[in-house]
């Protein structure tokens, strides 16, 4: 029984880390409610295992006090572990397919593919809410339940962006070879929710996260107080232009 709640444990721990990462062993404690000691000895199992690492910034930020925290990420190894699905043999059957029928095979594939999710979450989307946010916090869900354990944090300090971040891919290794899956879903996610985005990171090229920008546009308050400004500085043209 204790190794099965070993293994249950390390399990969750490590999914934490693939939709979290990077995290530290502290940050797993809180989320598990277990001892940081407890944490630590599984995360040195998975390290040892080659399914999760330390994460390697070159971003430290501003230099602090003490030991600064370890943080982890998943390795390849501990993606495949979520599920890669079928991927050797649909690269191999890509492969295929672009020395039968050159790249405009693959473009029409990788076409089909795309244009199947976006009407899958199109319709999803058409029962959220109206505002970007609401349809990122929907897409983000939809993603999560086919495998891609999406998350959403901020975009940066102004708080005019948002981040969709997709810990896993079940196609990653497919993408690696044929970078135009990522691209076309890229382009997908911009017309579901309308608005310019931006992919910062993917799995296939190495990133911890694939990572999505959206923005969200000019805050309510910043806008009607830019409103005030026009209005303000029409006046006081208005003015001189009547002296």
């Given at each position: 029984m204790a190794d099965t709640e070993d293994i249950s444990t390390c399990d969750q721990i490590l999914r934490l880390i693939v939709e979290r990462g990077p995290i530290t062993a502290g940050e797993l404690a809180k989320v598990l409610v277990l001892t940081p000691a407890a944490v630590r000895r599984h995360i040195s199992s998975l390290v040892a295992q080659n399914n999760i690492e330390q994460y390697e910034s070159n971003?430290?930020?501003?230099?602090?006090?003490?030991?600064?925290?370890?943080?982890?990420?998943?390795?390849?190894?501990?993606?495949?572990?979520?599920?890669?699905?079928?991927?050797?043999?649909?690269?191999?059957?890509?492969?295929?397919?672009?020395?039968?029928l050159g790249d405009e095979g693959v473009e029409e594939f990788v076409?089909?593919?795309?244009?199947?999710?976006?009407?899958?979450?199109?319709?999803?989307?058409?029962?959220?809410?109206?505002?970007?946010?609401?349809?990122?916090?929907?897409?983000?869900?939809?993603?999560?339940?086919?495998?891609?354990?999406?998350?959403?944090?901020?975009?940066?300090?102004?708080?005019?962006?948002?981040?969709?971040?997709?810990?896993?891919c079940p196609i990653q290794e497919v993408a690696r070879d044929f970078p135009e899956m990522c691209e076309a879903e890229t382009q997908a996610f911009a017309r579901l929710l309308g608005v310019p985005i931006q992919r910062l990171s993917t799995l296939a090229n190495g990133g911890h996260v694939c990572t999505t920008n959206i923005h969200l546009g000019?805050?309510?308050?910043?806008?009607?107080?830019?409103?005030?400004?026009?209005?303000?500085?029409?006046?006081?043209?208005?003015?001189?232009?009547?002296k």
């Open positions: 971003n430290q930020g501003p230099s602090r006090r003490g030991r600064p925290s370890r943080r982890y990420v998943a390795t390849s190894a501990g993606q495949e572990l979520l599920g890669q699905g079928y991927a050797d043999l649909a690269n191999q059957a890509l492969i295929f397919l672009r020395a039968e076409r089909a593919r795309t244009d199947k999710l976006e009407s899958r979450y199109q319709s999803i989307l058409e029962n959220s809410g109206t505002s970007t946010a609401e349809k990122t916090a929907t897409l983000a869900q939809a993603l999560s339940k086919d495998g891609f354990v999406a998350t959403l944090r901020r975009g940066g300090p102004n708080a005019l962006a948002i981040q969709l971040c997709q810990g896993h000019i805050p309510q308050n910043l806008r009607s107080r830019a409103g005030a400004q026009r209005t303000t500085s029409d006046l006081s043209d208005d003015r001189e232009g009547n």
